[in-house]
């Protein structure tokens, strides 16, 4: 895993506090896609567990893994009764227990290219179903989205994380919906936008940047001097947008 997979522990409280969760409206697009009941999920880099909480919460049993102790001591703290949690890289699991549903919230660019499919389908019992979901929050106001890009520029150009596979963002089809349209291991393969918008304080703004893995890999120094450049240019409240692409894939009938 690279160093930007395992910056977040040193910030999992804060991780907790700024990071949005997700809607039911995910939920809903995950099990309308199913088209059946959905009773057993493995979370592949589950984080604090907000995206554990909303599918858990709605009848469905989770395990929940995630490779940092820091995060996952965190989840544990805000999880239902009955959420079974490993410590575990999703390269780490074991193979032997499949589940109806496998998903990953704003985590499958941390996993390994390498075998990723093939090891998918191993976890998904026959017509299980493939779920990724996230994106990133950015500044409404293009305007002052280009002042923040500047105040950061000396420092990083940017604070996305780039397309795993190098596609374009005009294009059509966004990974990992490019690499499952390939793989031979799954079908149907279906990409869907869930609109949210944000509002934030700045300093709730700052805060959330503050759990970003680009500013976490900074020196102390340089991350400092980035916020205050940043938190220098931005109003008092800032607008967001901060919408989720989902991915939905089936696992292929084998002969």
Do not use: C
Not at 22 to 50: F, N, Q
Not at 197 to 226: C, F, G, K, N, P
Not at 229 to 244: H, K, W
């Amino acid at each position: 895993m690279t160093m930007r997979a395992l910056s977040f522990g040193a910030m999992a409280d804060a991780y907790e506090q700024f990071r949005p969760g997700y809607p039911v409206e995910l939920l809903d697009l995950v099990l309308a896609y199913a088209s059946r009941p959905v009773r057993t999920a493995l979370e592949i880099g589950a984080g604090t567990g907000k995206a554990t909480r909303l599918f858990a919460e709605h009848g469905v049993s989770v395990t929940a893994t995630e490779p940092d102790e820091a995060m996952l001591a965190e989840l544990r703290k805000h999880v239902p009764a009955g959420v079974k949690t490993e410590r575990a890289a999703f390269e780490e699991l074991p193979l032997g227990k499949r589940y109806e549903l496998v998903y990953a919230a704003a985590a499958l660019h941390w996993t390994n290219p390498a075998g990723r499919w093939p090891r998918m389908a191993a976890l998904l019992e026959p017509g299980g179903v493939f779920a990724s979901f996230g994106g990133p929050i950015r500044l409404a106001d293009l305007e002052l989205a280009q002042a923040v890009q500047k105040a950061q520029a000396p420092f990083l150009d940017t604070d996305e994380i780039p397309s795993p596979d190098g596609t374009l963002p005009e294009q059509a089809m966004q990974w990992p919906g490019t690499e499952l349209q390939q793989s031979e291991w799954f079908t149907d393969v279906r990409q869907a936008e869930i609109e949210r918008r944000l509002t934030m304080t700045a300093r709730e703004y700052m805060d959330h940047l503050s759990t970003i893995s680009a500013y976490l890999i900074l020196s102390a120094a340089d991350r400092e001097q980035v916020f205050r450049q940043i938190r220098g240019v931005l109003p008092a409240t800032v607008e967001l947008n901060a919408d989720l692409t989902v991915h939905l894939a089936r696992l292929r009938p084998q002969e």
